[in-house]
Nanobody, 121 residues
Framework: VHVVLSGGGSVHVGGSLRLSCTVS????????ITWARQGSGKQREAVAT???????TYTDSVQGRATISKENAGNTLALEINSLKSEDTAVYYC????????????????WGQGTQVTVSS
């Protein structure tokens, strides 16, 4: 499984960012995606999850500002966060998890490389 996260960079407060997560090498790993971030001196935290069965979740800090969408034939998902705040500054990651008969196995994650997002005024 190969997980690649693209997007990020430097953004102004109030702006938007789009983080595209592409999963290749296994169709079974495209159904359950996690976006996470790690601020300086902080633990990595999940920001959003996508389950192809139709369920998405967002952490409270981005709820109402974040949207997940498909970008192409199905192996790329994008997380867009609007109305950015300085506290959104972090290294962002995405991970793919396997789908088991009962649902996504979130305990198993294949992480891609991180990308820095810096929000400044």
């Amino acid at each position: 499984v190969h997980v690649v996260l693209s997007g990020g960079g430097s953004v102004h407060v109030g702006g938007s960012l789009r983080l595209s997560c592409t999963v290749s090498g296994s169709t079974d790993m495209r159904d359950c995606i996690t976006w996470a971030r790690q601020g300086s001196g902080k633990q990595r935290e999940a920001v959003a999850t996508f389950d192809s069965n139709g369920r998405t979740t967002y952490t409270d800090s981005v709820q109402g500002r974040a949207t997940i969408s498909k970008e192409n034939a199905g192996n790329t998902l994008a997380l867009e966060i609007n109305s950015l705040k300085s506290e959104d500054t972090a290294v962002y990651y995405c991970a793919a998890s396997p789908r088991l008969p009962w649902g996504c196995n979130w305990a198993s994650k294949h992480w891609g490389q991180g990308t820095q997002v810096t929000v400044s005024s």
